[in-house]
C-alpha cells in the first residue's frame, strides 16, 4: 500500500514535443505529490508538486495533472528541451517521509 | 548560501567492513533524512533526525544507524557491509521535519561501492 508505480520506464522525444510520465498510487492518505529531476552525479531537485484538492498545477513547461479518484497523477512537460534530458521521479507522502517511484529516463532528441 | 553537502563523494569498501557517511544540511535546517538509492530504482526512505532525535526509520536492517549532532549535521553508519548496500546514499534536510509539503532540498549523494 505504500508504492508507488510510475511508467514509462523511458521516454524518448522529440525536441518541442510533449513528454508524458503516469504513476499511481494506493494508500489514500498521501496527501502530497512532489516529482524530481535528476541529473547523473547528482541528487534530486524538486520541480513542481501538487495537494490532491486541486486537479492540475502549471508552473511554465510543467503541469502536473492529478486525478484523486484513480489515485493516479502525471507530469507534462511541454515543448520538451534537450536540457530536459534526465530522470524523473514521481513520490508521494503524507509526512515528510517520500515514498518514490522507480523513475523515468527522458532523452529528448534535437 | 550553500546547499546540502555530502561527504566523501564516492567510497569503495569490502564486504564486512564498516562505513561512515557524512552530511551538512542547509543552514538552518534542522531535520535531516537519509535515503538509500539504488542504480536503477528510486529513492528509500531510511532515517530522519531532527533535534537530534530519531523520528522515523525506513525498513533497513540494524547494521544501519545514524545520529544527529549539535549543528544539526549527521552521520549515517553501515556495519558489516553486503553487496546489496552498494548505492548512492542521499542526504535531504527540512526546516520542519512532520510536515507534507516542506521541500526537502536534496545532497549530491556519496557513492558507495562494495566489492
Known amino acids: 500500500q505504500q508504492q508507488v508505480k510510475q511508467s514509462p520506464q523511458s521516454l524518448i522525444v522529440q525536441k518541442g514535443g510533449i513528454s508524458i510520465i503516469n504513476c499511481a498510487y494506493e494508500?489514500?492518505?498521501?496527501?502530497?505529490f512532489p516529482w524530481y529531476q535528476q541529473f547523473p552525479g547528482k541528487g534530486p531537485a524538486l520541480l513542481i508538486a501538487?495537494?490532491?484538492?486541486?486537479s492540475e498545477k502549471k508552473e511554465g513547461r510543467f503541469t502536473i495533472s492529478f486525478n484523486k479518484s484513480a489515485k493516479q497523477f502525471s507530469l507534462h512537460i511541454m515543448d520538451s528541451q534537450p536540457g530536459d534530458s534526465a530522470t524523473y521521479f514521481c513520490?508521494?507522502?503524507?509526512?515528510?517521509?517520500?515514498?518514490f517511484g522507480t523513475g523515468t529516463r527522458l532523452q529528448v532528441f534535437p | 548560501d550553500a546547499g546540502v553537502t555530502q561527504s566523501p563523494t564516492h567510497l569503495i569498501k569490502t564486504r564486512g567492513q564498516h562505513v561512515t557517511l557524512r552530511c551538512s544540511p542547509i543552514?538552518?535546517?534542522?531535520?535531516v533524512s537519509w535515503y538509500q538509492q539504488v542504480l536503477g530504482q528510486g529513492p528509500q526512505f531510511i532515517f530522519q533526525?531532527?533535534?537530534?532525535?530519531?523520528?522515523g526509520r525506513g525498513n533497513f536492517p540494524d547494521r544501519f544507524s545514524a545520529r544527529q549532532f549539535p549543528n544539526y549535521s549527521s552521520e549515517l553508519n553501515v556495519n558489516a557491509l553486503l553487496l546489496g548496500d552498494s548505492a548512492l546514499y542521499l542526504c535531504?534536510?527540512?526546516?520542519?521535519?512532520?510536515?507534507?509539503?516542506?521541500?526537502?532540498?536534496f545532497g549530491p549523494g556519496t557513492r558507495l561501492t562494495v566489492t
Open positions: 533526525y531532527y533535534e537530534k532525535e530519531e523520528r
Open positions: 501538487i495537494r490532491p484538492d486541486v
Open positions: 543552514s538552518g535546517h534542522k531535520s
Open positions: 513520490a508521494a507522502s503524507n509526512t515528510d517521509k517520500l515514498i
Open positions: 535531504a534536510s527540512s526546516w520542519m521535519p512532520g510536515l507534507a509539503g516542506v521541500e526537502q532540498y
Open positions: 494508500n489514500t492518505a498521501f496527501d502530497y
